[in-house]
């Protein structure tokens, strides 16, 4: 154990519990620390950029907010897999989740296992949102514009000889869902795997959940998504945290 990390832990604690800052002798105190040693860590952390002093008082620098922010993603994240774990297992297949944002498609969170395992991303999911469920899942939740502005970005191209590659064609077919209504793909954008995704409500951005089969066990694919679709309400509350990460 090394005295100092602990020391200089216990201080940044001391200093979390007042939200408007508090002096050197105080936080010494609460920290069992002896006066000049805690002078020297607060220092320390200072110069570090964990702490800042302000009129008298040491408050949480921007390098341990961003610390916390970094575990806090962390936690959201377990959280979204643990999920995630849990749905795989009710639908036996590979489930994803993505959300569109700031332009692009982001996988979140994928969870398989080695009997079920997930589609390959041979080419990159960002750039090809056109050819896989997940992607036309969330475009279809855009207005025009946003689509278009995807596409001039990541234009519309045969990647499988099943690929719609033609953007008329493929607006059409995003422009026939109903809402909430699941999207299906069979090999287009990975030869040899079929796909099914559902749009979600997850705070104000496009969401979905997703799975993926082996073209054999294509017969499974509409089971497995309606089974997805009816349990997800419970999993809402969790997803909506991965939005802000």
């Known amino acids: 154990m090394i005295g100092s990390v602990q020391r200089a832990l216990r201080l940044l ?39 800042r002093r302000d009129n008298g008082v040491f408050v949480l620098g921007d390098a341990a907010r961003r610390l916390a922010g ?11 897999l643990d999920s995630l774990a849990h749905f795989r297992d009710a639908v036996g297949a590979p489930v994803y989740f993505a959300v569109y944002r700031e332009g692009e498609i982001e996988v979140v969170g994928v969870s398989d296992t080695p009997a ?21 899942c969330l475009l279809g939740q855009l207005d025009e514009q946003a689509r278009k502005d995807y596409y001039d970005r990541h234009p519309v191209e045969a990647i499988t000889p099943f690929t719609v ?20 793909e069979r090999q287009e954008y990975a030869l040899g795997t079929v796909c099914a995704a559902i749009p979600i409500t997850a705070g104000g951005a496009a969401a979905t959940m997703a799975i993926s089969l082996p073209l054999h ?23 909506s945290f991965s939005i802000s990460i």
């Open 13 to 51: 604690e001391a200093v979390s519990s007042h939200s408007d800052g508090a002096p050197a002798k105080q936080l010494a105190r609460e920290a069992g620390l002896p006066l000049p040693t805690a002078y020297h860590l607060l220092r320390t952390l200072t110069h570090e950029g964990y702490l």
């Open 116 to 136: 079920n395992p997930a589609c390959e991303e041979w080419a990159d999911f960002r750039q090809t949102g056109y050819a896989h469920a997940i992607g036309q």
């Open 70 to 80: 970094v575990g806090l993603q962390q936690k959201r994240r377990s959280m979204i």
């Open 217 to 239: 066990q294509e017969n499974r694919l509409l089971y497995a998504v309606d089974r997805l679709q009816s349990e997800v309400g419970a999993l809402l509350s969790t997803l």
């Open 165 to 184: 590659g033609d953007q008329r064609r493929l607006e059409r077919r995003i422009g026939s869902l109903q809402r909430m209504q699941p999207v299906t």
